[in-house]
């Protein structure tokens, strides 16, 4: 009995173990071999084009979007704010954001760089480095792909130095002068890369895309399936881009902005005026403007309906005026969904347009509201204005929801007086549409569109040939035409038709990352210093309206006003690991 | 500790010359084996040196019989040591042998007399851990151990303590290696009583045997085994009460609204409530309207219940033996209203079942087996919205009493969209869940005696099997609740209510999930060889064990290989030198690179029993040890991080359909470097016997750990584009001392008493770490201790708006009078992230931790008692509504009420202002905040009656014991109103009552 007993015990177990021991046990060193996981490398993935593509794709994904999606996405870069809100078109009254927190409250420092994700540009964690890193690694190793064309392999290249260079164009127009990353370093290397110039810094960028130029496609053939590659058309475009912003006075100047370490070492301006920087920002353009008339392969969208030609301009993939858009979603999700959060960041506050940028739209006739024969009506503040106005900003009456809206207080889009998303008597339109259509629509980022081109090459020709040109008038018009709206009046000084262009570019362009650069590339200090205003409509009994005009919030730099914040900071902790980064003037 | 309390029992026992009642014939030699301390030894080998072929067992008491004559010899034979022969002189007789019994376990199934001990370890034995009751076995381990730091968590059965051995040597995985029966398995599986002794491997001498695992110590726990003798069985039960430690208590309603309206005003706002709705709350005129609900009375009641059965069966024959145990234990929580539900309770309930099948069978006279199967079921019962218990805490330590009100005037729930939950509805109206686990262990060890090829050679070969599995069920349902807010007219009056109900009542869903799974396989082969020469002793064991485990999910197995070996030599009973070596290596680390060699050596002198100290009465024992080694630890992350990894990314849309592009990515650069943590030990002890009653020993050590990971993003720029890699390049260094005092006397057959000390202080400092460029050399983490806790320094409060101004410019949020003031350590005039300094120790450790204990036995009657603390330890008094009050619509405690910042005088102050907002001023790290974290409590009282042995004996019994028994009666601490053992709002830890009986037959 004992024996049967000890039998089975020594049977059950040692059946366990042959049930174990087929996986878990092996002889000797072998035993160690199974690795706790499986791994793709940097061989596999250069070993089929398939693969490597998908490397490219995945840098694709660092691509910059302009509007709030999540948390922890590389776009929460304004802790769900946007960066019109620091310019004069817009103010937000989302008080947990960084554009309260930071900037109005004057609370923005240097040291919030180190580790604060709510600046308007973040050089540790936008994404941009990582970018640049994935681009230079595919550029390195594609080569190699045994499947691959020699043309394939150049295109996709050229590609990828076109990521790179969009996100230089971004640091660039934020910091200045930049550290030069020239391939994919290894954590061991020893680190030497000192802030450039702005100058070098600029031709850097434009030597990238000069070099993608020659091997990209002008347009997208397949448009079907690849529509949103970069092209040549973009690479131009971005090229006329940086080239404007470094022509301007914020860098080509007498004197540089503000004193300090950078400008003495001419990373914060390029150390005198050159209006030669004017002819090739001008030349840039104009080459990119030839080039589509001459294949007919880009235009302005323009239907002969002003509105939803705007509309589509900025909005839909694909329209043949865009020349670089960028994506981190396919449909715009459900309203209150977490996965863009821009939606409910707009009920929160982001979007209470200024006064001051509703008066920036002259009338239907071109001309601007300030003019005594514009047939402007302060009481009927919204009647017969530029087209463009009704599709950025929601004005009181516009067609809204499928029906009028009511932005008067007690109405139905401004509750009260505090309503955050009206508390300017506004309401951002732009992307968000009347909300229900813009739920479940396609969304991308319009990150430059050939409208842009021409306003650059019209005030590029403006600076260098100290006036307008025919050629200047001809392509604001371009942009004035599709929008709806009459003719830029003849005979306008340099300096009238500079201010023209500006508030052509300002109203065009509204909410899509162009006010902001054109503030600053300009040193325009009084439209930070400017009081900004809000509308408050009250509806009477009879059922007309009055407009009483109010001062919003003050900003912290409307009394405290400094140069130093044309630029950002650098992050101390970067500066402080030695490679030769240069703090900015004034931080 | 408790070892006296036995030993005077054995004694008892052979003073009054109960032989067993089986050693009557009269032609057998009856005898006692007892060790020098006068402890019975069990199962020891009794050979007739005249005739091989007559051999007996001793059993429990230490007791023989023999058949043999006088005249004849006997040799005793007990875990290898061999007695010289005996000349059997008359028919009862007894043998000392020159050991003590406590033979202890150093690992890998050997074991060391205290002489030839020359490592530091500490022990315990199983008698030393049934004066706890507890559910996991962890918490038995409170201040028992010297070097053991043992760390309470909470009070939600089964959580248990967190253990490190000689405070903190990393700042990455701290954790030791626990092995039961010689696999690792968690302690907590086990139940206390299962236990035979506990083990704490503390230096390199014999760390150095586990490698890679070693460095930061091992505990060994071994079960109980059976012993040769006739069927005994063991049962107990125990029933007991709890009640929660530490519950703040918070502000009524009228306190609530006056303090809202406080807040509101500090931060220059309308106040919310009128006088009139404060009358009302305070004289509950309306109280769906103008509530005061104490929800921790609604919630809990007073005591949660607990039931403990045990029985055991030990025994068997010098050819098999057998132990076998089931053990039973229940809580029943302190949720109050639970059954309201007429077909479940939603109480926090736990169940455990254990059992344990422990056999030693003799094959052959050259060849034993031992089997054993253990394991146990956990069924438990929770309410099931969200996560349970927890979540519901955190209700209460949420919601004012004047939110809502429990129930609404027509019965519905009473709730507010602010908050969400209402707890009572949470604990009666979301059903239930039930958790339920399984975990199995089966190992089997054969050892074969070698004599045959050379004498004192044996194999031994060792297979174990693990399993884990969890499974959850849940049937829950959701509940809707209606929220009451007055309408008022022009003048604040309430002319009207509006009624508004939110969520929805949905019946029971049901909705299940399998949990955490693991499973572990072990396989141990050794050899080991002894000798015993004239006058010194050899011991020589050579082994290998493969271990494999493996987790939950993908990247998750642990595979390792340990060559081990060891060499013992003892002269004279006075020199031992002990050499211990590793190699081995593990799955996770580079392949070319992933084996490592742990040498150590060690050696010690029993001066006491040199010549020149034969004449000495002082010292029963004087020994000094000594050691240096080398130890490893593989915890370190797994995935590969020696390879650069790429994995798949978002990827990106485009054209204007759905067309998505997969990407990839590369990830975390690849550690160039990459190996496990190497650990230099030096041990230096002391231990000394003196007076037959005092116990002392004391070691002082010192560690320097290298290899730690560190991340290198603080250093490597962020152009780099990918995330810096981890470097094995971290330094930290520790250094203690610890010491065990005890005085332990039996002054006659009815009265001893035993008092005794312990204590560990270590302190350690981060030599490298790859920190960041700090501006301020205070604001370094590199030289000071691991989790040293940063802060401002708090220099008051402001009393007013010109104070304010007249101060450095504090960047964090707004300030007003009744803030904190915060000193400006870099005299920048602002006062921000460069202003913190070094506040306190670390929390995640304390730099001292200390016990005493103190018992006596008078007749039966018996008192223990074991007083536990720590010192060096910082807390962070985060806890939302009890420090951090009114902020995110939370509650307030009275404790703060009392003692915030008033406008109108208020020099006592210990808290700042009253706000509704968050506040980043105020609430941040700073010493108002970061205290002092040091305790003292009294872990067990016991008191206890013994029946007197002719009486049990007169019942056919052994031992009947009768007790009363309190767990974690009192703190004594800084903290005052919260457990400075557990600071957050989840489950309460728990000051128990226990009634218990025990009986051996």
């Known amino acids: 009995m004992k024996n049967t007993i000890i039998l089975f015990f020594i049977s059950l177990v040692g059946f366990l173990f042959v049930l174990q021991g087929c996986e878990d046990l092996s002889v000797g060193n072998d035993f160690l071999e199974k690795p706790p996981s499986v791994d793709v490398t940097q061989d596999s993935i250069f070993a089929k084009a398939e693969f490597a593509e998908r490397f490219l794709w995945g840098a694709y994904e660092s691509l910059p979007y302009g509007l709030p999606i999540t948390w922890g996405d590389r776009t929460d870069e304004m802790g769900m704010d946007i960066q019109a809100s620091l310019s004069d078109i817009n103010h937000s009254f989302l008080n947990w954001g960084g554009v309260n927190q930071l900037y109005y409250s004057g609370q923005y420092t240097s040291g919030v760089e180190n580790s604060n994700g709510k600046t308007k540009y973040s050089y540790n964690n936008s994404g941009a480095w990582d970018g640049i890193r994935d681009a230079h690694i595919f550029i390195e190793n594609v080569d190699r792909v045994p499947d691959m064309t020699a043309e394939q392999a150049s295109e996709l290249k050229a590609e990828a130095r076109m990521i790179k260079a969009l996100h230089y164009t971004d640091m660039f127009r934020h910091f200045g002068g930049l550290p030069w990353i020239d391939r994919a370093y290894t954590a061991n290397e020893d680190f030497n890369v000192p802030r450039m110039t702005s100058m070098a810094t600029m031709d850097s960028i434009v030597a990238t895309i000069d070099k993608a130029i020659p091997d990209l496609p002008f347009a997208i053939e397949d448009k079907l399936n690849w529509e949103g590659r970069f092209t040549q058309a973009a690479a131009m475009g971005l090229k006329a881009r940086v080239l404007l912003f470094g022509a301007s006075p914020l860098f080509n100047d007498n004197q540089p902005f503000m004193e300090g370490e950078a400008a003495d070492k001419m990373m914060v301006w390029h150390g005198g005026f050159d209006s030669n920087l004017w002819k090739r920002a001008a030349d840039a353009a104009k080459e990119l403007i030839d080039k589509v008339e001459q294949t007919g392969d880009y235009s302005l969208v323009n239907t002969g309906n002003p509105e939803q030609d705007f509309k589509t301009a900025y909005y839909d993939r694909g329209n043949s005026e865009l020349l670089i858009s960028t994506r981190a979603r396919y449909r715009a999700p459900g309203f209150w969904s977490g996965q863009f959060y821009f939606f409910q960041a707009t009920r929160y506050g982001i979007g209470a347009t200024t006064q001051n940028y509703v008066d920036m739209f002259p009338m239907m006739n071109g001309l601007s509201i300030t003019d005594p024969n514009s047939g402007y009506d302060p009481d009927n503040p919204y009647e017969n204005r530029d087209p463009r106005l009704y599709q950025t900003v929601l004005v009181n009456g516009a067609p809204y929801k499928n029906r009028q809206a009511e932005l008067w207080i007690g109405g139905r889009e401004r509750r009260n007086i505090n309503t955050n998303s009206t508390a300017s008597g506004y309401k951002l339109r732009k992307f968000i549409l009347d909300e229900n259509s813009a739920t479940q629509s396609v969304i991308q980022w319009p990150y430059l569109r050939l409208a842009e081109i021409y306003l650059t090459y019209a005030e590029a020709l403006n600076e260098f040939n100290d006036g307008p040109t025919p050629e200047a008038y001809l392509y604001v018009n371009k942009v004035r035409e599709r929008a709806g709206v009459g003719e830029l009046p003849q005979g306008l000084s340099k300096e009238e038709f500079r201010k023209a262009v500006l508030n052509e570019r300002a109203i065009e362009f509204g909410y899509e990352k162009v006010r902001w650069f054109d503030i600053v590339r300009w040193k325009m200090d009084q439209n930070f210093t400017k009081t900004l205003e809000g509308m408050n409509i009250r509806k009477q009994g009879d059922g007309s309206f009055t407009y009483e005009r109010f001062e919003l919030p003050s900003r912290y730099w409307q009394g405290n006003w400094s140069p130093k914040w044309y630029l950002s900071a650098f992050p101390p902790n970067e500066i402080n690991k030695g490679y030769g980064l240069v703090q900015n003037p004034g931080w | ?1001």
Request: proline residues 4%; negative net charge; glycine residues 10%.
């Open chain 2, 1 to 1001: 500790m408790n070892r006296i309390i036995y030993i005077s029992q054995v004694c008892m026992l052979t003073l009054m010359g109960i032989y067993g009642s089986a050693m009557a014939q009269d032609s057998q030699i009856q005898g006692l084996v007892i060790d020098i301390d006068g402890n019975p030894v069990v199962g020891a080998k009794i050979h007739l040196v005249e005739d091989e072929t007559i051999v007996s067992l001793s059993n429990r008491y230490g007791q023989f019989e023999i058949a043999g004559e006088l005249g004849h010899h006997l040799k005793v034979e007990n875990r290898g040591q061999v007695t010289e022969p005996i000349r059997i002189s008359q028919n009862q007789m007894s043998v000392i042998l020159p050991v003590q019994t406590n033979q202890i376990s150093v690992g890998y199934g050997e074991y060391r007399s205290s002489n030839s001990l020359t490592g530091a370890v500490g022990f315990i034995t199983g008698n030393d851990i049934p004066n706890n009751s507890v559910i996991n076995p962890e918490n038995t381990l409170y201040g028992k151990i010297p070097g053991l730091i043992a760390l309470q968590n909470g009070g939600e059965p089964p959580t248990g303590a967190t253990f490190n051995i000689r405070g903190v040597e990393t700042f990455r995985n701290n954790q030791p290696l626990i092995l039961v029966d010689g696999f690792e398995r968690p302690l907590s599986s086990l139940s206390t009583d299962e236990i035979q002794n506990i083990s704490v491997l503390k230096d390199a001498a014999l760390l150095s045997m586990y490698g890679q695992r070693g460095a930061n110590g091992v505990i060994l726990v071994e079960t109980k085994r059976g012993e040769a003798d006739q069927l005994r069985v063991n049962a107990s039960f125990e029933t007991s009460i709890t009640e929660p430690v530490g519950l703040p208590k918070f502000v009524q309603a009228p306190t609530y609204a006056r303090a809202i309206n406080e807040a509101l005003l500090n931060d220059g706002l309308d106040p919310r409530y009128s006088n009139g709705d404060i009358d009302a709350f305070s004289n509950n005129s309306s109280p769906v309207l103008f509530p005061n609900v104490n929800w921790f009375d609604e919630v809990l009641r007073d005591q949660g219940t607990r039931q403990t059965f045990n029985i055991s069966f030990d025994g068997g024959s010098s050819r098999a033996r057998y132990y076998v145990l089931m053990n039973y234990s229940s809580d029943n929580g302190l949720f109050g209203p639970v059954n309201r539900n007429e077909d479940f309770s939603t109480q926090l309930k736990y169940g455990q079942f254990n059992f344990r099948s422990n056999l030693d069978i003799e094959v052959s006279e050259s060849l034993a087996l031992q089997i054993n199967a253990a394991g146990n079921i956990v069924n438990r019962n929770t309410p099931s919205g969200g996560d349970g218990p927890n979540e519901i805490f955190n209700s209460l330590y949420r919601i004012p009493s004047a939110a809502f009100p429990v129930q609404t005037m027509d019965g519905s729930w009473g709730g507010s969209p602010l908050y969400g939950t209402n707890p009572v509805a949470m604990l009666t109206s979301t059903g239930y869940g039930s958790p339920n686990e399984r975990e199995l262990f089966l190992d089997s060890r054969l050892i074969k005696n070698l004599d045959n090829v050379t004498k004192g050679l044996s194999a031994e070969l060792a297979l174990s099997y693990n399993n884990f599995a969890s499974y959850f069920e849940q049937q829950s349902k959701q509940y809707s609740y209606e929220s009451v807010i007055p309408v008022r007219d022009q003048s604040g009056t309430v002319v009207d209510v509006e009624r508004t109900v939110f969520g929805e009542d949905t019946e029971l869903g049901f909705w299940s999930s399998f949990g955490n799974q693991r499973r572990s396989t072990d396989i141990l082969g050794k050899i080991r060889y002894e000798t015993l020469l004239e006058n010194s002793e050899l011991t020589a064991v050579a082994l290998f064990h493969q271990s494999g485990m493996t987790l939950d999910g993908q990247n998750n197995t642990f595979r390792r290989n340990n060559f081990a070996g060891s060499l013992l030599y003892g002269y004279d009973q006075t020199y031992y030198v002990n050499v211990a070596v590793s190699y081995n290596g593990n799955n996770i680390l580079p392949s070319n690179d992933r084996y490592g060699l742990f040498p150590a050596v060690s050696a010690s002198w029993l001066i006491s029993n040199e010549d020149f100290m034969a004449d000495n009465s002082l010292f029963d024992l004087l020994k000094l040890r000594a050691s240096w080694g080398v130890t490893g630890n593989d915890l370190i992350p797994n995935g590969n991080l020696h390879l650069q990894n790429y994995s798949g990314s978002s990827g990106y849309f485009f054209t204007d359909n759905n067309t998505f592009s997969g990407g990839t990515s590369e990830s975390r650069l690849a550690t160039a470097d990459f190996t496990y943590e190497t650990s230099y030990t030096t041990n230096l002890g002391v231990d000394i016997g003196l007076l037959e009653n005092l116990f002392f020993t004391a070691d002082l050590f010192y560690a320097k750990r290298k290899n730690i990971l560190t991340n290198s993003g603080g250093r490597i720029s962020n152009v780099l584009g990918v995330t810096a890699p981890l470097e094995s390049n971290g330094v930290v260094e520790n250094r203690g001392v610890e010491f065990d005092l005890e005085w332990r006397d039996t002054v006659s057959r009815d009265f001893a008493y035993y008092i005794g000390g312990q204590m560990t202080f270590t302190r350690n400092k981060i030599l490298e770490m790859n920190e960041a460029f700090q501006p301020y050399d205070y604001l370094k983490e590199t030289g000071r201790s691991v989790g040293q806790r940063f802060g401002l320094e708090a220099i008051g409060f402001f009393a007013d708006q010109e104070d304010i101004t007249s101060s450095p410019d504090q960047r964090f949020s707004q300030v007003r009078p009744g803030d904190i003031k915060y000193r400006d350590q870099n005299g920048d005039g602002i006062i921000n992230e460069f202003d913190v300094v070094p506040v306190g120790y670390s929390s995640q450790y304390p730099e001292l931790y200390f016990s005493a204990s103190v018992g006596f036995n008078y007749k039966g009657i018996g008192v223990e008692s074991l007083f536990q603390g720590t010192g060096n330890y910082t807390a962070y008094l985060n806890t939302p509504s009890v420090y951090w009050p009114l902020r995110n619509n939370n509650t307030l405690s009275e404790y703060y009420y009392e003692n915030r910042w008033t406008s109108e005088g208020s020099a006592d102050a210990i808290f700042p202002r009253l706000t509704t907002l968050n506040n980043e001023n105020n609430n941040r790290p700073n010493d108002i905040w970061l205290v002092d974290r040091s305790y003292i409590k009294l872990r067990t009282l016991e008191v206890s009656y013994t029946l007197p042995v002719s009486f049990v004996q007169s019942l056919s019994m052994q031992r009947i014991k009768i007790y009363g028994r309190g767990m974690n009666l009192f703190s004594i601490d800084n903290i005052e109103i919260m457990d400075p053992e557990h600071l957050g709002t989840g489950y309460p830890t728990l000051r128990s009552y226990h009634l218990g009986l025990n009986i051996v037959f």
